[in-house]
């Protein structure tokens, strides 16, 4: 990690850019195949100040998703949007954005139909970076894991307010990357952020790892995003923006609307 | 056993017994919760550790002689236990082949093998301090079986349903609802018991400090498959040394209906080791395998990663979870437990299945012939072990898990007969 000159991964050059600078990751969530043109959604999202891409994977039962995210996975099977699709559109938006770091957030099942394999070599071709799988847990998570560092990509890990000081220590023995630490005990959407909640845990990760640690679920807006990665190395986003998309008439709108979502963001972490 | 095996086929499937027969099925799951490659615990991080808190409080009061008599005592005074045994004469004559022996679980306390397991677990989360119960339904049975015991022990009871089957088991609602429960329609995907169960998992997710979620199949992330399955195998203990009195002997045959499979797993499990036995699990095949409209996953599905375990499951080319039909909501799932998905494929337990209009058929079969009226999910059993008593000779034995009553089911058998109650 220190070495920045042989850093492969884009997650690893921009983490290392942002702490060299002194500020904040803006990580933003969207789904993939929620609206017409998930591409320009997401070059939107980078020019209103998104360091990183979080593309939501859509499932047929996302069991960790409020009804905002279920919705918008809804929509985007509708669309017909497969993990198949999914890497098409990274590899798309790669054609004009070779910096921003693109990771996969999504369940385990289609992965397992494509194959771990097929995936992963799927990411590298795509110019994706990593993958973040809810419900692949690190008891389970080993195989997808090696395939993953054989290609120098990142196997995204989640810490929540249950988990204990003995797996905390065998999950960060995993993660690479940056940590997704979860705010509260719930799904997308739900809840409020408690920022003395968040410092306490984070400086209980933060004994065990060196990896950036990025705060989500409960972030709303400015405000929430800058006490959430107070104590940490980023927020993540994703609601309110998935709800500005399904509220949206059309493409431009939803365009516009994450944009200024994600400007406010942005000046409140970097203010 | 005079004539020697003369295909090859044969010969393969004597060499699987023989490899069968050094099992030891006790040993399953292992510690990681995995029966072969299937099982396991594939949820969100934030479950993680109630999951563990469960399997560590499990493990200790499965070795507990007090919980254990505990348990006795509620199916004995609660339950009703055992079930008898009973012989259908009259539907083994009509039928014409092996005698018809039924496990009288629809005869338990509210109605199904649902309350052998909502008793445990509910001795289960009295332990744990918790104050708060939930669980998913499909047919009404398990919510019923879990409202039930929340009512014994003064606890706080959500149960979560698919809309549609709120529709079509509208006296189970009511009866969660007479006993404290608050029922929950779960209007996302395809409004049936997967849905359900991924609203419950929210729940749970949500409160998981004070709730304890009490899954009513042996599926779901480890320790439920096991426990769940545990607390069921009382069926087949009793069904064994029922066989042994009333017969003299162990049954040629034992047929279960499997939708996530917990009363199949507790008939089968305690006669796994008698090679001897055969074992049948009936899946719904709805309108025929060939129509798409059924729920029977170890007959067509491909195994995957739903609801916390792998399992085999019906989806699409791209692993998106297929939409599930059958007459009875409580085998309306796309999955199936994971150990059943391990069964099939060691070949322990044959996998079939019996349609919408067989399963109909056979409801009416039992109910003319015995005063009996079964549930929809059991009809599929009977069904099954029609044709398979047909194959085989007078002197020989079935054993069909009678699972539930079907008086729940009156209102959909009138609606296809076109009659209004």
Redesign the interface.
Known sequence: MTENTSLKNRIDIRFAALRSSGRKALVSYIVAGDGDNTVALMHQLVSSGTDLIELGVP????????PVI?RAH?RA?ANKT???RCLKLVEEFRQQDQNTPVILMG????????GAEVFADGMATAGVDGALT????A??AEPLNQLLKKRDLHNI????????DA?IAA?TRLASGFIYY?SL???TG??HLNPDSVAEHLTRIRQHTDLPLCVGFGIKDGASARAASAHGDGAVVGSVLVAAIGNAENDVAAQDRIGIITNEIRTALDR | MSELPASRDVARLSKQETERQSIDYQAFPDTGGHYGSYGGRFVSETLISALDELQRMYQQLKADPEFQAAFDYDLAHYVGRPSPLYLAERLTAEVGGAKIWLKREDLNHTGAHKINNTVGQALLAKRSGKRRVIAETGAGQHGVATATVAARLGLECVVYMGAEDVARQSPNVYRMKLLGATVVPVESGSKTLKDAMNEAMRDWVTNVEDTFYIIGTVAGPHPYPQLVRDFNTIIGREARRQCLTQFGQLPDALVACVGGGSNAIGLFHPFLTDSTVAMYGVEAGGEGLDSGRHAAPLNTGVPGILHGNRTYLMEDEDGQISPTHSVSAGLDYPGVGPEHAWLKDIGRVRYVTADDQEALAAFRKLTHNEGILPALESSHALAYSFKLAMQMSREQHIVVNLSGRGDKDIFTVAAIDGIEI
């Open positions: 499932f047929s039962d996302p069991m960790a998703e409020g279920q809804e099977l497969s993990l198949r369940y385990a099942n289609p992965i397992e139909r494509m809810v419900d692949l847990p008891e389970e890990f989640l810490l929540t307010p249950t988990t204990s797996r999950v979860v005990t719930g799904v739900a809840g």
